[in-house]
């Protein structure tokens, strides 16, 4: 019982002796404990890199290319109504399918040569005959070849309407030609246009001019209801691309890039980047239709989804891919300067100790400095220099 009354007694007395210097503290060690711990050092590592800078410009947000489609002659005006749509985006336009009924009349793509420049009727002749015979030919038909508009001609173009939903003018009683007896400025002939028999069988405005027997439809502008009142209304789009970026350099940074050299895009408005590389690049200068400025035009894709905002404009970073040898070199802010106006960077050595090593801060290139002449020797790949404390 007496061991153990000594043995509180004891811990009270520590007890009371370590309170009782808590509450002892002089001012220094209360300002010592009430201290922030000391600083450490934030460091980068000394690399060997080739330096380059990297290209910042604005570029443009540009629609990609394609091919459109305007009515034929003869297909616009007041009563030129869109009353069916026949074609949806994504859909592959093959040559003879119609596209669209304006005012109840299909609308019917032909590989041609040429847009057709007049109405086809018994009795003509030439190279807008020949070009529509190549055609029917092509789809199955059997038409002569002789340039003609004959009678096994005329009964193949009805047939090839009549497949379509169309029943040519020459069916209807009575119908006249829209033209009268001329020479055909292309050395074509007409000929007995005024009797019921000779009525145009191939209007022009039913003939939709294409380039290609197939084309992919990448944009359907015409809309059911629309009046086609301007010949340049534009019907479809065949074979879009994408959105690019367009944008120009002077020569010197345009001769830093490679075709599918890697970049990236900031849409500042929104703070959205994307990835893009690039596309093609110019030969010979020119002047940006946009900004008004010249140099070598560079179009650069998206690597992934496009950006859908159509001519605005985007922060473009190209990252140097420029030749040469890897330097030694520091990142800039490693890189201190003395009141005298030289230069130096606090390396840490292997035992914790720091050195200043003064340096040429004269080469400073996309935020790296070259290590040249006696820092060589100081400092090696891998080196801890200091860049800031925390």
Known sequence: MIVSIAVVLGVAVVGGISALEHVLRTPGQAAADAAPPDASLVTALVERRVLGEPILVRGNITPGPSTKLLPPIGATGPEAVVTRVRVRNGQTLEEGDP???????????????????????????????????????????????????????AREIRR???????????????????????????????????????????????????????????????????????????????????????????????TQLRVGQPASALDEESGKRVQVQVQAIGTKVGVDSVTGSSGVPVTLSF????????????????????????????????????????????????????????ISADQAIGGWVKIQGDASDALSEGSRVVVGLQ
Do not use: C, W
């Not at 040429?114 to 092509?138: I, K, N, T």
């Not at 009575?174 to 009797?195: E, H, M, Y």
């Open 99 to 153: 596209i669209l009924d304006i005012a109840g009349q299909p609308l019917i793509p032909l590989d041609l040569p040429f847009p057709l420049y007049r109405d086809l009727a018994p009795g003509l002749a030439g190279p807008d005959v020949e070009a529509v015979q190549v055609a029917l030919r092509r789809l199955g038909y059997h038409p002569t070849k002789d340039g003609k508009v004959d009678t096994t001609t």
């Open 160 to 254: 090839f309407l009549a497949d379509r939903g169309y029943s040519s003018p020459s069916a209807e009683a009575g119908t006249k030609p829209p033209v009268t007896p001329s020479a055909d400025p292309q050395g074509a002939t007409s000929a007995g246009l005024g009797s019921a028999e000779n009525a145009v069988v191939l209007p022009r405005s039913l003939v939709l001019r294409v380039t290609k027997q197939k084309s992919k439809v990448t944009a359907v502008r015409a809309k059911v209801g629309a009046v086609l009142s301007a010949p340049d209304t534009v019907l479809l789009e065949l074979d879009g691309t994408g959105p690019f970026i367009a944008l120009s350099l002077t020569v010197d940074k345009a």
């Open 303 to 358: 690597k992934g989804a496009p950006m859908a905002a159509n001519d605005r404009s985007l922060l473009v970073e190209i990252p140097s891919e420029q030749d040469g040898d890897p330097v030694l070199a520091v990142p800039v802010s490693a890189v201190y300067s003395k009141p005298d106006g030289s230069s130096f960077v606090t390396v840490v050595m292997a035992d914790g100790s720091t050195e200043d090593v003064a």
